[in-house]
C-alpha cells in the first residue's frame, strides 16, 4: 500500500539555524510523484515543489532544498538559515502515475523557528 | 494566480443539521477534491471530481456527499451532521487528468458540530 511518513511530528528552532524535515514513502509503482506543502498558521496549504520518479536530481530554490534518494525512499527537505516566516506545517506526498488520482499525504511536521 | 475560496472560515452547526460547504476555483480546472484535516492524521480525501456531475469516492466518504454541477463549484454535503465531523475541511483543485499535477487550496473551513 502507498505511504508517506513524516518521523518528526514538531521541530523547534532558532532562527539562522538549518533544518531538514523528513519523508519517507512507500510505493508499488515505478512511476510516481512527491510533492511539499507548506501550511502557514492562515491555514491555506501551499505548494512547493513537485518531483517525478525517473528525476533524482536535488533541486534548490533560494533557502530551500530538496534531497531525493529512491534506494532509501526519502524525500527530505532542508531550509538553511531558517526564518520566523518559515514557522508552519510542513506536508509531503505522495501520487501514482499512470491516471490515478489520489494524493497520498503525511501527518505533517510542524516547525517553530523561534527569533 | 489560482484562486480557491471557501464560503466560510469558520461554521458552528449542531447535530442532526444540513451542511453545506462551498467551494469554488476560478482556473479552469478540470479535477476538485475535499479533504479533511486532523491533528496527526493529516490530511484525508473525502470525494473528489474529474468534470460536472462527475465524482468519486475518496478514503473517509461515509457521511458525506457532493455535488459538482458547474466545473467552477464543488459542493460537500453533510446530511446530518455528527461531532465525529468537527474538522478543518479543506478544498482543492488541480488541472490534469490525473493527481501528477499540484494542487491549489482554499484557506479552509474550521467546521464545529455541537
Known amino acids: 500500500a502507498q505511504k508517506v511518513t513524516q518521523a518528526q511530528t514538531e521541530i523547534s528552532v532558532v532562527e539562522k539555524e538549518d533544518v531538514t524535515l523528513d519523508c519517507v514513502y512507500e510505493?508499488?509503482?515505478?512511476?510516481?510523484?512527491l510533492f511539499w506543502y507548506k501550511q502557514p498558521p492562515s491555514g491555506e496549504l501551499v505548494f512547493l515543489i513537485r518531483r517525478n520518479s525517473f528525476d533524482e536530481q536535488n533541486e534548490i530554490s533560494g533557502r530551500y532544498s530538496w534531497n531525493f534518494q529512491k534506494s532509501t525512499s526519502s524525500f527530505n527537505f532542508t531550509i538553511t538559515a531558517s526564518q520566523v516566516v518559515d514557522s508552519a506545517v510542513y506536508f509531503c506526498?505522495?501520487?501514482?502515475?499512470?491516471?490515478?488520482?489520489?494524493?497520498?499525504f503525511g501527518t505533517g511536521t510542524r516547525l517553530q523557528v523561534f527569533p | 494566480d489560482v484562486k480557491v475560496t471557501q464560503s466560510s472560515r469558520y461554521l458552528v452547526k449542531r447535530t442532526g443539521e444540513k451542511v453545506f460547504l462551498e467551494c469554488v476555483q476560478d482556473?479552469?480546472?478540470?479535477?476538485m477534491f475535499w479533504y479533511r484535516q486532523d491533528p496527526g492524521l493529516g490530511l484525508r480525501l473525502i470525494y473528489f471530481?474529474?468534470?460536472?456531475?462527475?465524482?468519486e469516492k475518496g478514503d473517509i466518504p461515509e457521511g458525506y456527499s457532493v455535488s459538482r454541477e458547474k466545473k467552477e463549484r464543488f459542493s460537500l454535503i453533510l446530511e446530518s451532521a455528527s461531532t465525529n465531523q468537527t474538522s478543518m475541511y479543506l478544498c482543492?483543485?488541480?488541472?490534469?487528468?490525473?493527481?501528477?499535477?499540484?494542487?491549489?487550496f482554499g484557506p479552509g473551513t474550521r467546521l464545529t458540530v455541537t
Open positions: 482556473m479552469d480546472h478540470e479535477n
Open positions: 510505493t508499488r509503482d515505478t512511476t510516481y510523484y
Open positions: 482543492a483543485s488541480s488541472t490534469g487528468r490525473d493527481s501528477s499535477y499540484e494542487q491549489y
Open positions: 471530481s474529474y468534470d460536472v456531475k462527475m465524482k
Open positions: 506526498a505522495l501520487s501514482e502515475g499512470g491516471g490515478t488520482d489520489k494524493l497520498i
